[in-house]
T-cell receptor, first 113, second 112 residues
């Protein structure tokens, strides 16, 4: 079955530690995205990539970094510079370059104390 | 500024009680409007894409419609399993195709 996987489902870290969230898709999509979801707010775009080896900052990229070395994979690193990292993180993918629906992974809930 | 507003924030229905969810949008031009269903603690699940005013899409008890200013998600004779948060997103023409603007969602609870 085609889809997007994210791991782990839950992640706990201490302040000051970097942490990497995994996202893999087998939908053969060129475009991939990372969103952050907080209660009472719409999904906010952190980073996106429309092709391998290229990615761009979204609306709230500060304190985050990504890589796109393979079409299937788009890992997100939450660095110690992110001031409020506790949130639900969603990875998505879509066909690139047009008006296409996004397909989302199951999410990773990150708690930093 | 491009904006998406969903109403109501929360809605409680009795099983079988039909209703509509609203998604109002303000964009200079619309590439597409998308509806998703999100269960607690899970990622959004794609439901519909609408591209132009007058367009309608149906799936089981759900029907999505689009005008130039808003979209409605009509739920006919809902069942408890329809309980979820429904998200609306728009893709404006004034930004690159990566840009999707999400509303905050409507939390629907259907009581048996």
């Amino acid at each position: 079955d085609g889809g997007i996987t994210q791991s782990p489902k839950y992640l706990f870290r201490k302040e000051g530690q970097n942490v990497t969230l995994s996202c893999e898709q087998n939908l053969n999509h060129d475009a991939m995205y990372w969103y952050r979801q907080d209660p009472g707010q719409g999904l906010r775009l952190i980073y996106y990539s429309q092709i391998v080896n290229d990615f761009q900052k979204g609306d709230i990229a500060e304190g985050y970094s990504v890589s796109r070395e393979k079409k299937e994979s788009f890992p997100l690193t939450v660095t110690s510079a992110q001031k409020n990292p506790t949130a639900f993180y969603l990875c998505a993918s879509s066909i690139a370059g047009g008006s296409y629906e996004q397909y989302f992974g199951p999410g990773t809930r990150l708690t930093v104390t | 500024e491009d904006q998406v507003t969903q109403s109501p924030e929360a809605l409680r229905l009795q099983e079988g009680e039909s209703s509509s969810l609203n998604c109002s949008y303000t964009v200079s031009g619309l590439r597409g409007l998308f509806w998703y269903r999100q269960d607690p603690g899970k990622g959004p699940e794609f439901l519909f894409t609408l591209y132009s005013a007058g367009e309608e899409k149906e799936k089981e008890r759900l029907k999505a419609t689009l005008t130039k200013k808003e979209s409605f998600l009509h739920i006919t004779a809902p069942k408890p399993e329809d309980s979820a948060t429904y998200l609306c997103a728009v893709q404006p023409t004034t930004s690159g195709t990566y840009k999707y603007i999400f509303g905050t969602g409507t939390r629907l609870k259907v009581l048996a």
